[in-house]
């Protein structure tokens, strides 16, 4: 088995995993097959000359982390990725702030991680990149002669066209985008938004539903819907303490319908709207007055980016005019807890809420959705509200599906969720849990790992055209496209344009290498 090389933003740190994330089946996957996880250890040093790689080795898995600068933290980190990347890729073009200070710094991180890994590298490795923080790593990679199969999976949406050619620097990281081979996400919608970027602004061209023929390349694009780990998170939910938890939340004198929202404290997750349809809940339906608790729990994220300190100001004021209006001395109507909770908490809390409201603005999957519902008690289950923009939804047609911009909707479905008779609540938990199953986290790195390791298809029609062609036959001591990726003054559009013809010939050249090497012979 190949080894595999995890490249991530942050390195999870063994001895913090909460069991059941995302992160803890990604370790699992490297302790079985022995691995590399590669990336940021978290820390910030002053300076520049304070940066060195670490390694540290935990049976089969090797860590090798390096720490950010100050400036590349505040320029990089909170600038490019989470000020202009993040809401972009969200659809929230008003939060975006671009600099070309902050693409600079994105530009140089990856290239300073790239050389850091590239030495550590065996020609079969199989590398496997995750999130937008990264989206340059493959083609800094190739420009240190990496031939090796290197995929890339993005966690958020991949936005229409229309939007993503709002950053400055977009074709240049669509070009980078194109020197990974396997590229996966989380939805068809964000998978056909991203090959039509390709098609109809870079000159691509569909072979398969999967596959694209773009600047001289052969890349598969596909979906993989993250998931979670269904049985470790119903183990925990049905613990001994989790039972208690759970009598807890319905002692005598509690309301009886509990519903549950749980999300990092981030612009994204509607938590503002959710708030707001609450209310109307409380206003459209008023017999649920002392009768429904909603219990939001939103650790803080990011707080250095305004537009995160700003979401948590209007927060705090929202369940404090709703629990000043409709509160009494026995009854709060909004919990909120503003700080993180252990995950078998969190298990018990989903299992003992009748409602699950899952009501992001736009999400590339949310991977509460999924928990909640494999916390549940499946002779009593709970019932889930889920937004209509989360990824999620693509596959979990049996939830409650809602626009969370129209609070009046969602308080609708609320309501509708408070009465439903138990037996459609049976039906619809039975198809929901069959469904995060097929999709759980294990069968979402296998899948991807899957499309990684694969041979190329056989590709040898993919060359028919004379500039695939051309570009096998050009020798391979071409220029390194580290010179042209520094060149181009951070990265802009007018400098994009002669980028995108000479940006990757080494990567064309090698791909195509490859192909016709491996392709069967007529
Ligand atoms: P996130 O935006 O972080 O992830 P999500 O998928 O909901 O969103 O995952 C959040 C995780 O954090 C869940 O496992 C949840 O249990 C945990 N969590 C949230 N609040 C918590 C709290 N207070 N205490 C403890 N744990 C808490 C990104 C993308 C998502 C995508 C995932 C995975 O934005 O769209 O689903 O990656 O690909």
Not at 22 to 37: P, Q
Not at 98 to 112: G, I, K, L, M
Not at 288 to 316: F, G, S
Not at 336 to 358: K, M, N, W
């Given at each position: 088995?190949?080894?595999?090389?995890?490249?991530?933003?942050?390195?999870?740190?063994?001895?913090?995993?909460?069991?059941?994330?995302?992160?803890?089946?990604?370790?699992?996957?490297?302790?079985?097959?022995?691995?590399?996880?590669?990336?940021?250890?978290?820390?910030?040093?002053?300076?520049?000359?304070?940066?060195?790689?670490?390694?540290?080795?935990?049976?089969?898995v090797?860590?090798?982390?390096?720490?950010?600068?100050?400036?590349?933290?505040?320029?990089?980190?909170?600038?490019?990725?989470?000020?202009?990347?993040w809401?972009?890729?969200?659809?929230?073009?008003d939060?975006?702030?671009?600099?070309?200070?902050?693409?600079?710094?994105?530009?140089?991180?990856?290239?300073?991680?790239?050389?850091?890994?590239a030495?550590?590298l065996?020609?079969d490795?199989?590398?496997?990149?995750?999130?937008?923080?990264?989206?340059?790593?493959?083609?800094?990679?190739r420009?240190?002669?990496?031939?090796?199969?290197i995929?890339?999976?993005?966690?958020?949406?991949?936005?229409?066209?229309?939007?993503?050619?709002?950053?400055?620097?977009?074709?240049?990281?669509?070009?980078?985008?194109?020197?990974?081979?396997?590229?996966?996400?989380?939805?068809?919608?964000?998978?056909?938004?991203?090959?039509?970027?390709?098609c109809?602004?870079?000159?691509?061209?569909?072979?398969?539903?999967?596959?694209?023929?773009?600047?001289?390349?052969?890349?598969?694009?596909?979906?993989?819907?993250?998931?979670?780990?269904?049985?470790?998170?119903?183990?925990?939910?049905?613990?001994?303490?989790?039972?208690?938890?759970?009598?807890?939340?319905?002692?005598?004198?509690?309301?009886?319908?509990?519903?549950?929202?749980?999300?990092?404290?981030?612009?994204?997750?509607?938590?503002?709207?959710?708030?707001?349809?609450?209310?109307?809940?409380?206003?459209?339906?008023?017999?649920?007055?002392?009768?429904?608790?909603?219990?939001?729990?939103?650790?803080?994220?990011?707080?250095?980016?305004?537009?995160?300190?700003?979401?948590?100001?209007?927060?705090?004021?929202?369940?404090?005019?709703?629990n000043?209006?409709?509160?009494?001395?026995?009854?709060?109507?909004?919990?909120?807890?503003?700080?993180?909770?252990?995950?078998?908490?969190?298990?018990?809390?989903?299992?003992?809420?009748?409602?699950?409201?899952?009501?992001?603005?736009?999400?590339?999957?949310?991977?509460?959705?999924?928990?909640?519902?494999?916390?549940?008690?499946?002779?009593?289950?709970?019932?889930?509200?889920?937004?209509?923009?989360?990824g999620?939804?693509?596959?979990?047609?049996?939830?409650?599906?809602?626009?969370?911009?129209?609070?009046?909707?969602?308080?609708?479905?609320?309501?509708?969720?408070?009465?439903?008779?138990?037996?459609?609540?049976?039906?619809?938990?039975?198809?929901?849990?069959?469904?995060?199953?097929?999709?759980?986290?294990?069968?979402?790195?296998?899948?991807?790992?899957?499309?990684?390791?694969?041979?190329?298809?056989?590709?040898?029609?993919?060359?028919?055209?004379?500039?695939?062609?051309?570009?096998?036959?050009?020798?391979?001591?071409?220029?390194?496209?580290?010179?042209?990726?520094?060149?181009?003054?951070?990265?802009?559009?007018?400098?994009?344009?002669?980028?995108?013809?000479?940006a990757?010939?080494?990567?064309h050249?090698?791909?195509?290498?490859?192909?016709?090497?491996?392709?069967?012979?007529?």
């Amino acid at each position: 088995m190949k080894r595999l090389v995890v490249v991530s933003n942050r390195v999870a740190d063994p001895g913090c995993l909460a069991s059941g994330g995302l992160a803890v089946c990604i370790l699992d996957g490297l302790k079985e097959r022995g691995g590399v996880w590669f990336g940021w250890n978290g820390e910030i040093v002053a300076s520049e000359a304070e940066i060195g790689v670490s390694c540290r080795r935990d049976g089969k898995v090797t860590f090798v982390t390096m720490p950010i600068s100050e400036r590349d933290y505040k320029e990089h980190y909170l600038g490019f990725c989470n000020a202009a990347l993040w809401p972009v890729h969200h659809y929230r073009l008003d939060l975006a702030r671009f600099t070309p200070e902050s693409c600079e710094a994105y530009r140089r991180v990856n290239s300073r991680f790239a050389e850091a890994l590239a030495p550590q590298l065996n020609p079969d490795d199989l590398i496997w990149v995750h999130d937008y923080h990264l989206i340059p790593f493959a083609a800094e990679l190739r420009a240190h002669g990496v031939r090796n199969r290197i995929g890339f999976f993005l966690h958020i949406p991949f936005p229409p066209p229309d939007v993503l050619v709002a950053v400055p620097e977009h074709e240049w990281l669509m070009e980078a985008m194109c020197a990974y081979d396997v590229v996966g996400f989380q939805t068809r919608t964000d998978q056909a938004n991203f090959c039509r970027f390709l098609c109809e602004a870079m000159g691509g061209e569909m072979v398969t539903p999967e596959v694209v023929r773009v600047s001289g390349r052969v890349l598969t694009a596909s979906v993989f819907p993250a998931g979670v780990c269904v049985d470790s998170f119903s183990a925990m939910a049905t613990r001994p303490e989790a039972e208690k938890r759970i009598q807890w939340l319905h002692r005598r004198g509690e309301p009886r319908t509990n519903i549950i929202g749980v999300d990092r404290l981030d612009y994204t997750k509607g938590l503002p709207d959710r708030f707001r349809s609450f209310k109307r809940l409380l206003e459209l339906y008023p017999e649920n007055r002392k009768a429904v608790t909603l219990m939001q729990i939103a650790p803080p994220t990011r707080e250095e980016v305004k537009a995160y300190a700003d979401i948590r100001h209007e927060l705090e004021a929202l369940s404090g005019e709703i629990n000043g209006q409709f509160g009494d001395f026995d009854w709060t109507p909004v919990r909120y807890v503003h700080r993180s909770v252990p995950r078998d908490t969190l298990a018990a809390l989903y299992r003992g809420s009748q409602i699950g409201l899952v009501t992001p603005l736009r999400d590339g999957m949310n991977l509460v959705a999924k928990e909640y519902v494999a916390a549940q008690d499946e002779t009593d289950p709970g019932v889930l509200v889920l937004s209509r923009f989360a990824g999620a939804a693509e596959d979990l047609e049996e939830a409650l599906i809602v626009n969370p911009y129209d609070t009046d909707e969602v308080a609708q479905a609320m309501q509708h969720a408070i009465l439903m008779p138990k037996q459609e609540k049976i039906e619809r938990h039975t198809a929901l849990l069959a469904r995060v199953r097929e999709h759980d986290a294990r069968n979402w790195m296998e899948g991807f790992l899957q499309a990684l390791d694969a041979p190329p298809a056989p590709l040898a029609s993919l060359l028919s055209t004379p500039s695939a062609t051309f570009d096998a036959l050009q020798p391979w001591g071409v220029p390194a496209p580290t010179a042209q990726l520094s060149a181009a003054p951070n990265g802009r559009a007018t400098a994009s344009r002669g980028f995108r013809s000479a940006a990757m010939p080494q990567a064309h050249s090698i791909r195509a290498a490859e192909i016709i090497s491996t392709a069967p012979r007529a």
